[in-house]
């Protein structure tokens, strides 16, 4: 699949990830019950990604690209001068960056990957207003950007101009503001901007921007903070809580804005996890209830101390 530049450079680190992230687990559900997880964990793959480098990441990237194929891939970019352009935002040279993307707009109009780059980039310089812009654009000319993530990177970027007028907006939202309630149901749809998305839309798209977001954002930051918990409340929802747990845990080291309601949640994947708790205790005294039983009907029939002639003489007396 065709990826922009900037998603170039993270696919790097996914490669690494995918063979040291795998988990398989007995897991528990919101409910109290077992489920088997298996395949990536989520929280582990995000902490590689938070205590990376933007700079290791692009040149594992070249180095993986001249092992595989003898030169230096380009993928998505129109242009060498895109390549160079990238090099240059995640070397932090964002004003280079921005001059040369800006030239590739002017020269050649209409390439989503040049608008994701110069809105990544004007995010990072810490110009939000610009960064929208040009991410929108991405989105207008190809909608498929990034997997179709490129929805969420919107509403980061306005979450991030609310916060600039309040900074005390996500003491009282959500950036995403799912209804708990619903995400168990297979119909549910978030609502956002007149586009509709199942909870497997929010999940892919939490990973994906997260992925990339914690390559370049570390702790602390409240927006990634929020994202973090909302994905560890949809893996409660839709995996398991030990999946969600390590999640909030990262959100914890971000920032999260609220201590209290942070704290709710974690008391609620304890409960799950207390509850099946109780069950295999119960199943297990059950079990060594039925064994006991069993020893007390052989003795009384007295099994135990019969030899094999007499227990054979038993059998045919007793039928």
Same mark, same amino acid.
């Given at each position: 699949?065709?990826?922009?530049?900037?998603?170039? /450079?993270?696919?790097?680190?996914?490669?690494? #990830? !995918? &063979?040291?992230?795998?988990?398989?687990?007995?897991?528990?559900?919101?409910?109290?019950?077992?489920?088997?997880?298996?395949?990536?964990?989520?929280?582990?793959?995000?902490?590689?990604?938070?205590?990376?480098?933007?700079?290791?990441?692009?040149?594992?990237?070249?180095?993986?690209? $001249?092992?595989? *194929?003898?030169?230096?891939?380009?993928?998505?970019?129109?242009?060498?001068? @895109?390549?160079?352009?990238? @090099?240059?935002?995640?070397?932090?040279?964002?004003?280079?960056?921005?001059?040369?993307?800006?030239?590739? @707009?002017?020269?050649?109009? !209409?390439?989503?990957?040049?608008?994701?780059?110069?809105?990544?980039?004007?995010? =990072?310089?810490?110009?939000?207003?610009?960064?929208?812009?040009?991410?929108? +654009?991405?989105?207008?000319?190809?909608?498929?950007?990034?997997?179709?993530?490129?929805? &969420?990177?919107?509403?980061?970027?306005?979450?991030?101009?609310?916060?600039?007028?309040?900074?005390?907006?996500?003491? $009282? *939202?959500? /950036?995403?503001?799912?209804? +708990?309630?619903?995400?168990? /149901?297979?119909?549910?749809?978030?609502?956002?901007?007149? *586009?509709?998305?199942?909870?497997?839309?929010?999940?892919?798209?939490?990973?994906?921007?997260?992925?990339?977001?914690?390559?370049?954002?570390?702790?602390?930051?409240?927006?990634?903070?929020?994202? #973090?918990?909302?994905?560890?409340?949809?893996?409660?929802?839709?995996?398991?809580?030990?999946?969600? #747990? @390590?999640?909030? +845990?990262?959100?914890?080291?971000? !920032?999260?804005?609220?201590?209290?309601?942070?704290?709710?949640?974690?008391?609620?994947?304890?409960?799950?996890?207390? $509850?099946?708790?109780?069950?295999?205790?119960? =199943?297990?005294?059950?079990?060594?209830?039925?064994?006991?039983? !069993?020893?007390?009907?052989?003795?009384?029939?007295?099994?135990?101390?019969?030899?094999?002639?007499?227990?054979?003489? *038993?059998?045919?007396?007793?039928?």
């Amino acid at each position: 699949m065709k990826k922009s530049a900037r998603a170039a /450079v993270v696919t790097a680190v996914l490669i690494p #990830l !995918g &063979l040291l992230a795998c988990f398989n687990i007995d897991g528990t559900t919101l409910s109290g019950s077992s489920r088997w997880a298996g395949g990536r964990s989520p929280a582990a793959q995000l902490r590689t990604a938070m205590t990376d480098q933007p700079w290791n990441a692009f040149m594992r990237l070249q180095g993986f690209a $001249r092992a595989t *194929h003898g030169a230096i891939l380009n993928p998505g970019a129109s242009s060498p001068d @895109e390549l160079k352009a990238v @090099e240059a935002v995640v070397a932090g040279d964002y004003d280079t960056g921005i001059a040369t993307l800006e030239q590739l @707009e002017a020269q050649h109009p !209409g390439s989503y990957s040049v608008a994701a780059n110069l809105g990544t980039t004007y995010e =990072l310089k810490g110009d939000n207003q610009r960064a929208l812009q040009w991410i929108t +654009e991405d989105i207008r000319r190809n909608p498929a950007s990034h997997d179709g993530t490129e929805w &969420l990177h919107q509403r980061i970027l306005e979450v991030k101009l609310l916060l600039a007028q309040d900074p005390a907006w996500l003491q $009282r *939202h959500r /950036v995403l503001e799912l209804d +708990e309630q619903q995400i168990d /149901v297979p119909t549910y749809r978030y609502q956002l901007d007149g *586009h509709a998305y199942s909870v497997e839309d929010i999940r892919l798209a939490l990973h994906h921007q997260l992925m990339e977001r914690m390559l370049f954002v570390k702790p602390a930051d409240a927006v990634v903070a929020d994202l #973090l918990f909302t994905y560890g409340l949809v893996e409660a929802h839709r995996d398991v809580v030990e999946s969600a #747990l @390590e999640l909030d +845990e990262l959100a914890k080291e971000y !920032g999260f804005a609220s201590a209290e309601v942070i704290a709710a949640q974690e008391e609620s994947y304890q409960r799950a996890l207390f $509850r099946r708790t109780m069950h295999a205790w119960m =199943l297990g005294v059950g079990a060594v209830g039925v064994f006991v039983v !069993g020893l007390y009907f052989c003795y009384r029939r007295k099994w135990f101390f019969l030899s094999r002639a007499a227990y054979w003489d *038993h059998v045919i007396r007793t039928r």
